[in-house]
């Protein structure tokens, strides 16, 4: 039985429940395991998809979407974590992206699956997209939960997206504010007071 979430007097609503989150990356997963499977002309299971397959979660906010997506990906994997910072200090907008991390070593000749908890400017996607197709991966595909409906800085559409969600700042299922809610298990937005009197610390 799946216990009642933790409550946090802070989140002002709900915009995603657990449930349609799980659904939802359960789709997901199926269209991934398809594609990579048309990619690769093999079936992913075999002795010939082995060691061809990485996916890339942009830390931390990807970790909670990443822990459920591969668990819904039933063929060998492997994970190559990255770090993007793009929000110093108190801010709440994009700042632009930069590498807080080295790239996974080897991803030369490796069918590459970035994996975001969501699209905003699209700096950290694109940034991530070009360093590692220079890096001579055979294919790089995007996916994020969640995208929001603004104008993007940088034009990338994302082969997979959970859900669009309207421009404003939210939290939970991995996402923070000031380090915090990422273990909030639903998608949500917090009371106007609590980001205005943050002293974040950045976001990731
Ligand atoms: P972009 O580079 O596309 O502007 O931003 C993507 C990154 O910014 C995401 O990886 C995420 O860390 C952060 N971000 C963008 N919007 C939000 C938001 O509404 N809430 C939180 N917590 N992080 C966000
Ligand atoms: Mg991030």
Not at 79 to 93: F, Q
Not at 135 to 164: H, M, N, W
Not at 183 to 199: F, H, Q, R
């Amino acid at each position: 039985m799946i216990g009642a979430p933790p409550v946090f007097i802070e989140v002002e609503k709900v915009l995603i429940d657990r449930t349609r989150i799980a659904e939802r990356v359960r789709e997901m997963a199926d269209a991934i395991a398809h594609d990579l499977e048309q990619e690769l002309a093999v079936d992913l299971n075999s002795p010939e998809a082995e060691g061809r397959v990485v996916f890339v979660p942009i830390m931390t906010g990807a970790m909670i979407f990443t822990a459920d997506l591969v668990r819904e990906l039933p063929f060998k994997l492997s994970l190559g974590l990255v770090a993007v910072s793009s929000y110093p200090g108190e801010s709440i907008t994009s700042k632009g992206a930069h590498l807080a991390s080295d790239l996974p070593a080897d991803l030369k000749g490796k069918h590459v699956v970035i994996l975001d908890d969501i699209l905003d400017s699209g700096q950290t996607l694109s940034l991530l997209h070009k360093a590692i197709t220079e890096q001579g991966a055979a294919s790089v595909r995007t996916c994020v939960l969640l995208s929001k409906q603004v104008e993007r800085v940088v034009d990338i559409k994302p082969d997979y997206q959970g859900f669009e969600i309207p421009d404003a700042f939210v939290v939970g299922y991995g996402l923070d504010y000031n380090g915090y809610y990422r273990n909030y298990p639903e998608i949500a937005t917090l009371k106007p007071t609590v980001i205005a009197d943050g002293s974040s610390e950045g976001h990731g």
